[in-house]
């Protein structure tokens, strides 16, 4: 069977060697940049890559602008690796399109299971996999999301909180509960994670959005109302 391929970069040669040693346990295949530019020209020339493992501060390219990239042509999984760990470089990395955000120093065997569960949720295949309320359709096996039947372009993540929503719908979620079955992890984040991502997905899913109700000093409930 072929190994699922996963893009490392990082200018610390070290580091790099850190992450691959515990990816290569895991039985993945790893492949590697010390830089923006060459990350790029590596993701664009392998079409194989399946997840993307990004610092921030890095020569030629910085870890933001190579997200950028990527995401004008691509949805896989990006997690991204960095010493640089205030909120507003946070909230940064959501609003480009990051999937994870892990500060350094971190657990290999954290970086490891994020890995491990971005895959295993981005690689769903049953073709069966249809959620619709309320006039949103969402296709897993496609990855697709239509609102009164126009397709609706959701980031990963965004799509998987959709997808949470709808499997729960008219169930009272926790901002930890969505954390843990989203981020499939004990997310060591806090609410603002859950809060950024429900705002840009109410935004994008238009009068929708209404159904995603804010349960003040809980979480969210998704409820499709009769005659809605």
Known sequence: MEKIKVLVVDDEA???????????????????AEDGEQALDIFYSDKA?????????????????????????????IIMLTAKATETDEL??????VDEYISKPFSPKILAARVDALLRRSNKIDT?????????????????????NKP???SFKEFELLSFFLENEGIALS???????????????DARTIDTHVKKLRS?????GNYIKTIWGMGYKFEVLDGE
């Not at 069966?128 to 009164?148: C, F, K, P, Q, W």
């Open 14 to 32: 070290l580091m790099r060697k850190l992450v691959k040693d515990f990816l290569v346990k895991k039985e993945y295949e790893v492949v590697e």
């Open 49 to 77: 890559i399946s997840l993307v493992i990004l610092d921030v501060i890095m020569p030629k390219m910085n870890g933001w602008q190579v997200c950028r990239e990527i995401r004008e042509t691509s949805k896989v999984p």
């Open 92 to 97: 940064q990395g959501f609003e480009l399109g």
């Open 128 to 148: 069966s996999d249809v959620l619709d309320y309320g006039g949103i359709m969402i296709n897993r096996a496609a990855h697709e999301v239509t609102v009164d």
């Open 152 to 154: 609706v372009e959701l």
């Open 175 to 189: 901002r930890e509960k969505i954390l843990n079955n989203v981020w499939n992890y004990d997310y060591f984040g």
């Open 204 to 208: 994008k899913i238009g009068a929708k």
